[in-house]
């Protein structure tokens, strides 16, 4: 605990250091003294999510256009719905990029290798729901993952990723259940 002027205990460091910290590397934008997270990795994960969340769009869309079959509405829906949100997380992560100092890497070359899920086409409704299902797992623990490794050193992106996380577990409860339904 610091001291303030008045004498009592304070979270903060004092206004005239708060100001002074603030003025200098000014160019470096969000990313202050107080980061303690290695930035170029940091920058590298958020990449390799992004491109993760970009594949998964292609693929959802992929399989909106594609399902057919006398049960293919309701999934079909899901996958345009998950192929929407799947978009705004990547728009997020691209901003949290450029917020640390980084470029989001928007290539279609390499897109795949730094993707952690695959791209596969699913011949039929329940391929297709089967492998949006594993694309969801994979994401679920790459998230949680970069969570724990960001611990309390990113709290900013380390919120983001858990919001994210929580979105891709219902994507993948969503799924779950639509598997379910195809036994039944």
Do not use: W
Request: glycine letters at 4%; hydrophobic letters at 40%.
């Amino acid at each position: 605990m610091k001291k303030s002027t008045n004498g009592k205990e304070s979270v903060l460091s004092d206004i005239e250091t708060l100001r002074k910290r603030a003025r200098k590397n000014i160019e470096e934008g969000a990313v202050t003294k107080g980061y303690s997270a290695d930035r170029d990795t940091v920058i590298r994960l958020l990449n390799e999510a992004l491109a993760t969340e970009l594949v998964c769009v292609l693929r959802y869309k992929r399989h909106f256009f594609m399902a057919k079959g006398i049960h293919s509405d309701p999934v079909k829906a899901e996958f345009l719905a998950h192929a929407n949100e799947e978009l705004i997380h990547a728009d997020r992560l691209a901003k949290r990029i450029v917020e640390l100092g980084g470029e989001p890497n928007f290539s279609p070359d390499g897109l795949s290798e730094r993707s952690h899920a695959e791209y596969v086409k699913g011949d039929t409704l329940k391929s297709m729901i089967k492998e949006n299902l594993i694309a969801e797992r994979i994401a679920v623990e790459s998230y949680r993952e970069m969570v724990v490794y960001l611990a309390d050193n990113d709290p900013t992106t380390q919120r983001m990723l858990k919001e994210i996380l929580t979105v891709e577990e219902e994507h993948a409860d969503d799924l779950a259940s639509l598997l379910e339904d195809m036994h039944n």
